[in-house]
């Protein structure tokens, strides 16, 4: 099948839309599907696109804002007629192309959801109306979590034309002891435990919670790091709360980091947590990848109960869900799997397990496309 992706959301954009779309475009390259993405121009890109086994075309004016449909729009148009599927990595950019291409070609697509990209728009009536067309004229839309399928409902699609498929994670490869030397070095880490949260750094992700929890956790189980990986604007605000809480010797915020040393991390720490929540504009996680990252590596996880997180880490089973307002409740679960090794080891190789059977880009894949 020729198929299309035209995105604004590819690398080298971080971000969990960004995953899904590199994921899934090579995933169906791997079926044996001839796939062309279209994706936002940046410098220096040649090589990677050029190792991708799909075909990369790259688009100018990224910084256009919402205007930026414009010259993706330019971009994908002319391949719309080469292609038999449309997948619409994102509702207000490729499903406007798809839309577009379904009255004038006859083109099917597929839409994608997460979450906030169509509850943002809930009281514009306008936006809302020309969303549920888009929603209403593709093949099907893939909902990434019950939450996210709950609120499609809600905001009036058809729940027959709404398909819960849930992403997940690559199998992870053994990192080199090597690596986790140079990366436990780099961050002057020694032989203390240390808990992993991996995100942008923005309100609702809970970095600065885990800061708060960390001296509870030090008072009950002794020397414990904290490594946060990750850029955005509550990065400086955490350091801050480390150095007032006098913990900045335990806090580690390196910023961004090559893969290698990020597998690294996630083989090599105790457990991983981040404390997901909603933020002032009521905008939540649609499902959280991070988690199933840390899952492949056989990690148990701590995450806040909201969103779409509960069908990311089931409670008990895989990680330990708290209340992400609660520093107590996140403070106690952290130090649960610290002192319970064996709970902890329980807990990872579940959450492993539904990496290989259901959590992974090669099942996901194979639900997007399904007719059944």
Request: charge should be negative; include cysteine.
């Amino acid at each position: 099948m020729r198929i299309l992706i035209p995105t604004v959301d590819y690398p080298p954009i971080e971000g969990g839309i960004s995953t899904v779309a590199l994921q899934v475009s090579r995933e169906l390259a791997r079926q044996g599907h001839d796939v062309t993405v279209v994706a936002p121009a940046f410098p220096d890109m040649e090589n990677f696109d050029a190792e991708e086994p799909v075909r990369v075309v790259r688009f100018p004016g990224y910084a256009l804002g919402w205007l930026r449909l414009l010259p993706l729009l330019r971009a994908a148009w002319p391949l719309c007629g080469e292609t038999d599927c449309i997948l619409a990595i994102n509702v207000a950019y490729g499903g406007v192309i798809g839309r577009l291409a379904r009255l004038c070609r006859g083109t099917t697509y597929i839409n994608f959801a997460y979450a906030y990209e169509f509850l943002k728009f809930k009281g514009n009536p306008v936006a809302t109306l020309a969303l549920r067309s888009i929603y209403r004229k593709g093949l099907r839309t893939i909902a990434i979590s019950r939450f996210t399928r709950e609120n499609l409902i809600f905001f009036g699609v058809d729940p027959e034309r709404v398909r819960l498929a849930l992403p997940g994670a690559n199998q992870a490869s053994s990192v080199a002891e090597e690596t986790v030397l140079r990366v436990r070095h780099l961050l002057d880490l020694h032989d203390e435990p240390f808990i992993l949260a991996v995100g942008r750094f923005i309100p609702r992700k809970g970095h600065l919670r885990l800061v708060e929890a960390l001296p509870l956790v030090q008072e009950k189980v002794g020397g414990v790091a904290l490594v946060l990986v990750g850029q955005g604007p509550e990065r400086d605000r955490c350091i801050e709360k480390a150095h007032a809480l006098g913990i900045e010797g335990s806090v580690r915020c390196p910023g961004y980091l090559e893969d290698d040393l990020l597998q690294a991390l996630y083989q090599d720490c105790t457990c991983f947590a981040l404390p997901t929540g909603e933020d002032e504009d009521g905008q939540v996680e649609g499902f959280g990848l991070v988690f199933t990252e840390a899952h492949a590596h056989k990690k148990p996880v701590v995450a806040g109960r909201s969103g779409g997180v509960v069908d990311a880490v089931l409670d008990g089973k895989t990680g330990l869900l708290v209340n992400p307002e609660s520093t107590a409740q996140l403070a106690e679960a952290l130090i649960r799997l610290i002192e319970d090794p064996a709970l902890a080891a329980q807990l990872g190789t579940a959450g492993h397990q539904r990496i290989e059977e259901t959590l992974n880009w090669a099942r996901f894949t194979e639900q997007v496309l399904s007719d059944e």
